[in-house]
Nanobody
Framework: VQLQASGGGLVQAGGSLRLSCAAS????????MAWFRQAPGKEREFVAA????????YYADSLKGRFTMSRDNAKNTVYLQMNSLKPEDTAVYYC?????????????????WGQGTLVTVSS
């Protein structure tokens, strides 16, 4: 499984970005997906996870209401819509995949990782 994240960039505080993660796998609908992020000098942290069918989604408590994860199994792609961005959202954002129905919040549960896309939020 190869994952390609895109959509990062520089945005002003209060702005929005939509990240995409395209997966090169024939059975994408059998993989739960997640987004994590890593800010400079900090550990990687959980952002959101979604089941393989898209019927259940988990978010980090601090991001609920601002970030929305979705997936399009026909396009082998997951998305992360980020609104009302803050400077503290600045990080490299990674998508991850695990074979199985349920998303997990622990990064160790994921077998495949994208290369990351940098999001920079200016104040």
């Amino acid at each position: 499984v190869q994952l390609q994240a895109s959509g990062g960039g520089l945005v002003q505080a209060g702005g929005s970005l939509r990240l995409s993660c395209a997966a090169s796998v024939r059975t994408f609908s059998r993989y739960a997906m997640a987004w994590f992020r890593q800010a400079p000098g900090k550990e990687r942290e959980f952002v959101a996870a979604m089941s393989w069918s898209g019927d259940s989604t988990y978010y980090a408590d601090s991001l609920k209401g601002r970030f929305t994860m979705s997936r399009d199994n026909a396009k082998n792609t997951v998305y992360l819509q980020m609104n009302s961005l803050k400077p503290e959202d600045t990080a490299v954002y990674y998508c991850a995949a695990r074979y199985g129905s349920r998303g997990r919040v622990e990064s160790s549960e994921y077998d495949y990782w994208g290369q990351g896309t940098l999001v920079t939020v200016s104040s």
